[in-house]
């Protein structure tokens, strides 16, 4: 089948409004807008202002009256504990309207910010409807964050009330989530009033009388009295949700979701992009703290009458690298969608692919990868071994949905290895020089999508229009920065060079540096220190830590990095990842000051670099080489 890619996307540069206007049909709203695009609103333009709906409306209720209500509409499967539950559509809305039952007694309503702090079961997304359904506001904070990171999104969103559950579960361990929202609750300085804490039977936990309240028997109480939840309007330019992502500094940038847009991209997405129809089960192997869990975990499948599937467990080792095959065989997984990442860990144990061969996969059609540059050779291993198309694709928290694509339900273009895909349509990408002008096709440079981003996309930051114009909208007039280098070629396909700031990507997770070394830096015996991202076979990068000692500092260095690397761990998280630091006399930097981290980065990576022709003093780079490959890290001889 011809594509109709190119088509639709003129379709939509000839007249966005239109185009979004006639996107927004196969969506249920309680009142219509008075403008598809108001320029004059918010920060760079507002879309759908003046309609009113609901997103859980769209994600559950209309499906319940529309035909749906017995079909499965969530599948939670563990690898971990072997468990396997499923919820109708009919089944799912009754929990989501007794857990905002259990909100609204607890003084949630529209506007609230609600904390959901989560491991990978139902209750999550349960939680994060709830809050849809009275117009709060959720923000999901990602479970192997640390007590800091979460005491940190708590006063930036200071919620009402916060949903978590009493531990998450990792192949090699339980962890205990309680002790650490406790401890978020000690540190910060805008404490929630209720949580609401939901007991796993792997370890349950003690509840703060007053405060803590029992998920499961205050929502027991709220099904017995039939307590009935409609669904809050609220405009479709208020926020569904707030999510947090790693930024420049330690603090990281609340993102904000709207209603309105958000369903209408997201709906469009799954047939257009996607290629999957209702009724079809459709699994996000990610997680509900990340933007892909908040989009394909949840609401796009939902908002689209499919079968979501939500996994807990890793592709390998819950029990071995056939898990994925196994889970797509059990549920007639039609389209799957995860990190390449995943597909390294995968073909390093299982490089014949033999385990494929024994599951049944006839129901399997695509398979997605996001959230990291996918190397040709992932891709090309995962094309032979389980014989059908595999399509990476690139977006951002950001912007909700993917922007480069190749869209499948248009009819698939063909794939170019190393290349996520072509625009999607609303979004005009131009690759730039850093003096904002336009470079020749073909030639590398920052990626750059022109005002005004789609409806689904970041209307602004939370509570920070300044920091949103700074941070996206200040360097390329009339653009949103997304931060990533990159090089259209003659055909429009984008290829994802690297970030153009310090954040990192480590196993599809999303890092900063610079909240690395914040941490590092606290550390009394260090006086200066630099994080970078190296390369890394398994997980794409990995963060590499360099540190000063104070002067004077007699201890041992060994002892010193440990401490560090705990500490990193302690005050970010695990997900950082953090192993390595390497001590070292002093950082190479320039004559004004600036520290050379991408010649470090270069040096450990044994790629080609030039001496910069600023630096202070060159020999600073020998010293580094010498402690990198002391260590085994640097280049080799
Ligand atoms: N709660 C608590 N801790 C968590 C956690 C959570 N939700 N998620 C991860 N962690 C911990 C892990 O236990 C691990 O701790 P460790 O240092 O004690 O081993 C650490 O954080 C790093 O986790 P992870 O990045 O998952 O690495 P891993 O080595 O356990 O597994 C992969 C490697 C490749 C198998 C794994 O990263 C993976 O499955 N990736 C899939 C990609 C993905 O889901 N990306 C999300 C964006 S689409
Ligand atoms: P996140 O906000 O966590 O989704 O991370 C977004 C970043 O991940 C992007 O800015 C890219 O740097 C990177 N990324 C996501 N998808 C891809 C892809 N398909 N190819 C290359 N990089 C990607």
Redesign the pocket.
């Known amino acids: 089948m011809a594509s109709r890619y190119h088509e639709v996307y003129a379709e939509w540069k000839r007249d966005p409004e239109a185009f979004w206007a006639e996107a927004a049909n196969a969506i249920d709203w309680f009142t219509p807008w008075d403008k598809v695009f108001d320029a004059e609103a918010g920060v760079y333009g507002r879309w759908f202002s003046g309609a009113t709906c609901n997103t859980c409306h769209n994600a559950l209720d209309r499906h319940v009256a529309g035909g749906r209500a017995d079909q499965i509409a969530l599948i939670h499967d563990s690898a971990i504990t072997g468990a396997k539950q499923s919820f109708t559509y009919a089944e799912l809305q009754r929990e989501v309207v007794a857990l905002a039952a259990v909100l609204a007694r607890n003084g949630v309503t529209k506007g609230d910010r609600v904390i959901v702090y989560m491991?990978m079961i139902p209750q999550a997304a349960v939680a994060m409807l709830a809050c849809a359904r009275l117009g709060a506001i959720h923000s999901v904070v990602?479970?192997?964050f640390a007590a800091r990171e979460l005491a940190t999104r708590i006063d930036d969103a200071r919620p009402r009330l916060v949903v978590s559950a009493s531990c998450?579960l990792?192949?090699?361990?339980v962890?205990a989530y309680k002790p650490l929202l406790d401890e978020a609750i000690e540190l910060c300085a805008h404490p929630p009033q209720h949580c609401v804490i939901f007991q796993r039977e792997q370890l349950a936990c003690d509840l703060v009388p007053g405060r803590d309240i029992d998920y499961a028997e205050a929502v027991a109480r709220e099904k017995d009295d039939g307590t009935e939840v409609p669904c809050v309007p609220v405009a479709a330019t208020d926020p569904l949700y707030v999510l947090y992502t790693s930024g420049t500094t330690g603090q990281p940038k609340g993102v904000v979701r709207d209603n309105g847009g958000h369903m209408v991209m997201l709906k469009w997405t799954m047939d257009n992009e996607f290629g999957v129809k209702p009724g079809e089960v459709f699994w996000a192997?990610?997680?509900v703290?990340?933007v892909?869990g908040h989009s394909y975990i949840v609401y796009a499948p939902l908002l689209h009458g499919c079968t979501t599937v939500m996994f807990e467990g890793?592709?390998?080792g819950t029990p071995d690298a056939g898990t994925y095959w196994r889970v797509i065989a059990d549920h007639g997984v039609v389209a799957l969608f995860?990190?390449p990442?995943?597909f390294?860990?995968i073909k390093g144990q299982d490089p014949k692919g033999e385990f494929i061969g024994r599951y049944d996969l006839s129901a399997f059609r695509t398979l997605f990868l996001?959230?990291e540059r996918a190397d040709p050779e992932t891709i090309k291993w995962a094309e032979q071994r389980l014989g059908v198309p595999v399509i990476d694709h690139w977006w951002q928290t950001e912007t909700g949905a993917p922007i480069t694509h190749n869209p499948v339900g248009l009819g698939l273009l063909p794939v170019r290895h190393g290349s996520p895909g072509v625009a999607m349509p609303g979004y005009d990408i131009r690759v730039l020089d850093d003096a904002g002008h336009e470079v020749p096709t073909g030639t590398l440079g920052n990626v750059a999508l022109k005002l005004p981003l789609p409806p689904g996309c970041l209307p602004t930051l939370w509570e920070a229009d300044e920091r949103f114009r700074q941070s996206y909208l200040a360097e390329f007039p009339g653009y949103y920065k997304t931060a990533d280098a990159g090089i259209l070629d003659e055909d429009g396909y984008l290829f994802v060079m690297a970030r153009t700031d310090d954040i990192i990507n480590?196993?599809?997770?999303r890092l900063s540096t610079g909240a690395m070394e914040e941490v590092l830096a606290a550390h009394p015996d260090v006086a200066e220190c630099a994080v970078i991202g190296v390369a890394d076979a398994?997980?794409g990068q990995a963060p590499l830590g360099f540190v000063v000692l104070n002067a004077g500092v007699a201890r041992d260095t060994a002892a010193i990095e440990q401490e560090v690397v705990t500490l990193v761990r302690e005050k970010i998280?695990?997900?950082a990842?953090f192993k390595t630091v390497l001590t070292i006399k002093r950082l190479p930097k320039t004559r004004s000051g600036k520290v050379l981290r991408a010649t470090m980065q270069k040096i450990a990576d044994r790629q080609d670099w030039k001496m910069p022709a600023t630096i202070d003093d060159p020999a600073v780079l020998d010293e580094i080489d010498a402690v990198l490959k002391a260590r085994g890290i640097g280049r080799a001889e």
Request: aromatic share 6%.
């Open positions: 491991p990602f479970g192997g998450g990792e192949p090699n361990r962890v192997a990610s997680d703290g990340w892909v890793k592709p390998v995860t990190a990442t995943a390294r860990a996001a959230g480590v196993a599809g997770h398994l997980k998280g695990p997900v990842a």
